[in-house]
């Protein structure tokens, strides 16, 4: 079982900057690939990015890629997502999820995650 928390969502002005974490409970946290979404009001959950376990290997949506960041701290149990150049597209509840087992190759669909947290808000005014 793996529990997901994340934190560092909130308001901040179009061209700013955030960065959101997401700390796991468990041991094995370094063999388990990692994964953000967000969900905007009346729309799908959508992908953001991933870290292949071990962290070697990272992907992300092309309407984030250069401007969102993802990344992880093996030993702390977290993952990170900085976030620059916001744009007012990018208001979501932000998730960070995990798949069921170790050693899972990352993935860009959220069926493939069977762990995921309570979500972060966040909103970037025009």
């Known amino acids: 079982q793996v529990q997901l928390v994340e934190s560092g969502g909130g308001l901040v002005q179009a061209g700013g900057s955030l960065r959101l974490a997401c700390a796991a409970s468990?041991?094995?946290?370094?063999?388990?690939?990692m994964g953000w979404f967000r969900q905007a009001p009346g729309k799908e959950r959508e992908f953001v990015a991933f870290?292949?376990?071990?962290?070697?290997?990272?992907y992300y949506a092309d309407s984030v890629k250069g401007r969102f960041t993802i990344s992880r701290d093996n030993a702390k149990n977290t993952v990170y997502l900085q976030m620059n150049t916001l744009k007012p597209e990018d208001t979501a509840v932000y998730y960070c999820?995990?798949?069921?087992?170790?050693?899972?190759?990352?993935?860009?669909?959220?069926?493939?995650?069977?762990?995921w947290g309570q979500g972060t808000q966040v909103t970037v005014s025009s």
């Open positions: 999820a995990a798949p069921g087992k170790q050693y899972a190759s990352g993935s860009y669909s959220a069926q493939e995650y069977a762990y």
């Open positions: 468990g041991r094995a946290f370094s063999s388990y690939t």
């Open positions: 870290s292949n376990w071990g962290g070697g290997r990272t």
